[in-house]
């Protein structure tokens, strides 16, 4: 009888225990939205991908779904077909491009030896596009041009995208210059410093943290004959601790030159060992991440931040009047243009054309816009300093550095996005989703006035009583790349009430 009483109070306890638990679960259950993503620079796991500084490599956060609102799935791309000549590669076509180039006699030996650092459509020639005319002609045969590097050597090929077997035919390549890098060996160079014994003693000797260090590669260059026939770049390092805004805190003189290809750390530099490292109070450029002091405080007439009224960006009424055609062509107030990201120029305008009001003929005003290249030499003769010029296009990409823009922050309500599909090292295609977003605003009335000089007396001016208004489209990508952060393109309309 004593074991049956003793064996039924255990059960209750149990099941008691059990309960508290289930209470303590639900009462106490962390949010949805932490992000489990690892915030170390080393700890990342990953393979060394994942980290603060790339988290477009990152795996999204494992919070409990239950407690986070459902979000819309984003499209996939994976049916996605080209509409029009210059529409970009498709998720399906560079699959395909993949899928012959490891195939391909050059590779095929070792088809993980190759490395994909450009992947783009080879454009049909100009009169083509121009003549082309949609729903009466088909589309013009598609064809890709890859930029790869396969055991040291780089290669360009051009790859057939019709049906059947896929010719894939060599290119002639430049006699100089190595490839733009590509988004996974920019990561993995982040990483090579902290593998050499000489760069982490240099770290301790400042008294500097590993862990709040973060390395960049800054510019390929040519660093003399001694390195020639070698795929060169030096790296520097900033202290991360106490902001995000870690370029104030570079460690002076310190920098590192590395094999991209074998990522070896071949030398390292360190001249600047009795210079300080900038402090980081008033460098975080983050609301609420350094603090005014008493007189900022004062001035503001209290304790804290004064709230920012953001400027309205709402269309004008009536609502947004442009369209987008089949994904890239882009309709509004006249005009029409095809609209497509690029990894290299991060955004590429083409055909843009304007209705005639007198005749309702389009007339072709530009047939390619781009930002061919931002180069941003720093002309100091130092050691740290004169292997610094940038060629932000031709090195990094503005379309790989873009980040995804925020609808309600970035761009506003009545936007419209448009995604890029990129590639990574291996061939694969990626998303990079609202990459660009198109929008219509209202740019306030109009007001110029116009004289000529020396002939005077004539001034001309703009009635401000009259009801003519500016209206403009807006489209742009963002884009991080080291010097540029913003581009944006206006197509200007001029709206009367007649």
């Not at 303590?24 to 980290?51: K, M």
Request: net charge negative; with cysteine; glycine share 8%.
């Amino acid at each position: 009888m004593d074991h049956s009483t003793s064996l039924l109070r255990l059960i209750f306890l149990a099941l008691g225990a059990a309960l508290v638990v289930l209470v303590v679960r639900s009462a106490f259950r962390l949010p949805g939205d932490i992000d489990t993503t690892t915030t170390s620079l080393f700890d990342d796991g990953n393979g060394g991908s994942c980290t603060r500084f790339s988290p477009w490599a990152c795996r999204q956060g494992r919070g409990d779904p239950r407690s986070k609102p459902s979000k819309p799935r984003r499209p996939s791309h994976e049916s996605d077909v080209p509409r029009h000549p210059l529409d970009p590669l498709t998720v399906r076509e560079v699959n395909r491009v993949r899928e012959l180039l490891r195939a391909h006699p050059l590779f095929a030996s070792a088809p993980s030896s190759l490395f994909v650092h450009s992947l783009e459509l080879d454009e049909p020639e100009k009169s083509v596009v121009k003549s082309w005319r949609k729903g009466a002609d088909p589309l013009p045969p598609r064809r890709a041009v890859a930029v790869v590097r396969f055991r040291g050597e780089s290669h360009v090929l051009g790859v057939d995208l019709s049906e059947g077997d896929g010719a894939v035919t060599p290119l002639p390549v430049p006699a100089s210059g190595y490839p733009m890098m590509n988004m996974d060996e920019q990561t993995s160079l982040c990483f090579a410093p902290f593998k050499d014994a000489a760069f982490n003693a240099s770290l301790l000797r400042r008294g500097v943290r590993a862990s709040d260090v973060a390395c960049l590669p800054i510019s390929l260059g040519w660093y003399g004959p001694a390195e020639e026939n070698r795929r060169l770049i030096k790296s520097q390092c900033f202290s991360t601790e106490g902001t995000a805004n870690f370029y104030m805190r570079p460690i002076e003189g310190l920098t590192v030159l590395v094999d991209m290809d074998t990522a070896e750390v071949l030398h390292v530099s360190d001249r600047g060992a009795g210079i300080p490292i900038p402090a980081a109070a008033n460098t975080d450029y983050r609301h609420g991440h350094s603090a005014p002091t008493p007189a900022e405080a004062q001035a503001q007439g209290r304790h804290g931040y004064q709230t920012v009224r953001v400027p309205s960006m709402e269309p004008p009424a009536g609502g947004p009047g442009f369209e987008l055609v089949d994904g890239h062509t882009v309709r509004w107030g006249g005009w029409e243009f095809h609209l497509k990201p690029d990894a290299r120029a991060g955004m590429v305008v083409s055909r843009a054309r304007v209705q005639d009001p007198a005749t309702g003929e389009h007339r072709d005003v530009m047939y390619k816009g781009m930002a061919s290249e931002l180069f941003v030499p720093y002309m100091d003769p130092t050691e740290a300093w004169y292997f610094k010029t940038y060629m932000d296009a031709g090195e990094y990409g503005f379309g790989l550095q873009a980040m995804p823009l925020v609808p309600l922050n970035d761009c506003p309500r009545h936007a419209r996005y448009l995604d890029a599909v990129f590639v990574a090292a291996d061939g694969r295609p990626y998303v990079r989703e609202n990459m660009i977003c198109v929008f219509e605003r209202y740019a306030g009335d109009i007001a110029w006035r116009h004289s000529e000089s020396p002939i005077t007396g004539m001034d001309v001016s703009a009635n401000p009583y009259d009801s003519s208004a500016s209206r403009f489209l807006d489209f742009f990508p963002c884009c991080l790349a080291p010097t540029m952060r913003v581009m944006l393109l206006h197509f200007p309309v001029l709206v009367t009430d007649e």
